[in-house]
């Protein structure tokens, strides 16, 4: 970690979707998720992603975290992962399923503060591991996970053609 990343505090918690600052970050980060090419989905606007604020609220097993620098004025981090279970450890795991930073956040802290919560909550609940996939386009990703110690990204080409994504874990 930078020491620009260890002199940043950042906040995270759980998004409440009955709040209307955490439902409006929520979809307002999940829009500038979908815009990024890295995504494919700049079709995707904040009125879609209010409904699928929606659908998560009602579903079981989800988790959405929201974060944001201490000195910044808006949450700037966003990651949902669904529990799971795996049947070769007997124990719950998490899936993520999205992790995005805006562009003015990355590299201070926020991605990996966000990794790290989940990473607590699933010890804390005796979780197995955390899975997920990465598209092979998304470097800065990548880098994050082999950073923080996922496996099966190592060797991994980061230039991979456009639709190639990665599996990769971390034991919890």
Not at 5 to 27: K, L, S
Not at 72 to 98: C, K, M, P, W
Not at 122 to 136: D, P, Q, W, Y
């Amino acid at each position: 970690m930078s020491d620009a990343e260890r002199d940043t505090e950042v906040d995270v918690w759980i998004c409440d979707f009955a709040d209307a600052d955490d439902r409006a970050a929520f979809a307002r980060l999940m829009a500038e998720f979908a815009a990024e090419p890295v995504s494919g989905s700049a079709h995707l606007d904040a009125a879609h992603f209010e409904r699928v604020a929606d659908d998560l609220a009602r579903r079981a097993g989800t988790l959405v975290l929201l974060a944001a620098r201490a000195e910044s004025e808006q949450t700037e981090g966003v990651l949902i992962a669904f529990e799971g279970y795996s049947s070769f450890a007997r124990a719950q795991l998490f899936n993520i399923h999205d992790v995005h930073v805006s562009p003015v956040a990355r590299g201070k802290g926020v991605g990996t503060a966000m990794l790290e919560v989940l990473a607590d909550l699933g010890r804390e609940h005796s979780f197995a591991k955390i899975t997920l996939e990465v598209s092979a386009s998304n470097a800065g990703a990548i880098r994050l996970y082999r950073k923080l110690g996922y496996s099966g990204l190592d060797g991994v080409a980061i230039d991979a053609p456009a639709g190639v994504t990665y599996f990769a874990n971390k034991k919890l």
